[in-house]
Nanobody, 121 residues
Framework: QVQLVESGGGLVQPGGSLRLSCAAS????????MAWYRQAPGKQRELVAT???????NYADSVKGRFTISRDNAKNTVYLQMNSLKPEDTAVYYC???????????????WGQGTQVTVSS
């Protein structure tokens, strides 16, 4: 089974920074797109940032200029560098990976369990 494990969440003051990591492990043939989502209390889960296998990135308008998504394909890991954090960034952050278990099969989408990010003074 494939596992995605997030780390790096915590409590930070407004204006501070955090770096989230998400490592994929298990029987993986190839990883394609990777992404970060977040879900605040009482709100729907929203897409924060995506990164394709070729390195192309997309960001939600609310985080553009502040967050940077990156990946290390050798480590099957995706990162989210979060700068200039605001209280409204408070949420559980989830990573997602699009991958193939074998070359002949379809792509599957896997989720991590999430990591809490709290931005508060």
């Amino acid at each position: 089974q494939v596992q995605l494990v997030e780390s790096g969440g915590g409590l930070v003051q407004p204006g501070g920074s955090l770096r989230l990591s998400c490592a994929a492990s298990g029987r993986i043939f190839s990883i394609y797109g990777m992404a970060w989502y977040r879900q605040a209390p009482g709100k729907q889960r929203e897409l924060v940032a995506t990164i394709a296998s070729g390195g192309s990135t997309n960001y939600a308008d609310s985080v553009k200029g502040r967050f940077t998504i990156s990946r290390d394909n050798a480590k099957n890991t995706v990162y989210l560098q979060m700068n200039s954090l605001k209280p409204e960034d408070t949420a559980v952050y989830y990573c997602n990976a699009q991958l193939k278990i074998n070359g002949a099969g379809p792509t599957y989408y896997y989720w991590g369990q999430g990591t809490q990010v709290t931005v508060s003074s």
